[in-house]
Nanobody, 129 residues
Framework: QLQLVESGGGLVQPGGSLRLSCAAS????????IGWFRQAPGKEREGVSC????????YYADSVKGRFTVSRDNAKNTVYLQMNSLKPDDTGVYYC??????????????????????WGQGTQVTVSS
């Protein structure tokens, strides 16, 4: 069974940092484009950051550029999202998703329209004083 499990969420103060992990089981992430998404009550789901399966090209939403960094460790079958300088607007449930590279053309497409992807269960990130 294909599974994605997010971890690393929690409560942090504005300006703090968190590192989220997305661990895969049942399949190898090196064949997949990986995306991080977030959703808060009353807001649309947002593609935060996506990373390719081959050349490590990346995409970042304008709201997180310069603060977040996505990376992958194929040996550990895990993708990470390092989040620095966190703001209250970063609060939400963060999900990772995996799209088979044969069906995903670009990281921009993955973050914009994540069709037919495997979703994790999400991890809560709360940025508050």
């Amino acid at each position: 069974q294909l599974q994605l499990v997010e971890s690393g969420g929690g409560l942090v103060q504005p300006g703090g940092s968190l590192r989220l992990s997305c661990a895969a089981s049942g399949f190898s992430l090196n064949f997949y484009v990986i995306g991080w998404f977030r959703q808060a009550p009353g807001k649309e789901r947002e593609g935060v950051s996506c990373i390719s399966s081959s050349d490590n090209s990346t995409y970042y939403a304008d709201s997180v550029k310069g603060r977040f960094t996505v990376s992958r460790d194929n040996a550990k079958n895990t993708v990470y999202l390092q989040m620095n300088s966190l703001k209250p607007d970063d609060t939400g449930v963060y999900y990772c998703a995996a799209g088979f590279r044969a069906f995903i053309t670009t990281v921009q497409d993955m973050c914009a329209v994540p069709r037919g992807v495997h979703w994790g269960q999400g991890t809560q990130v709360t940025v508050s004083s």
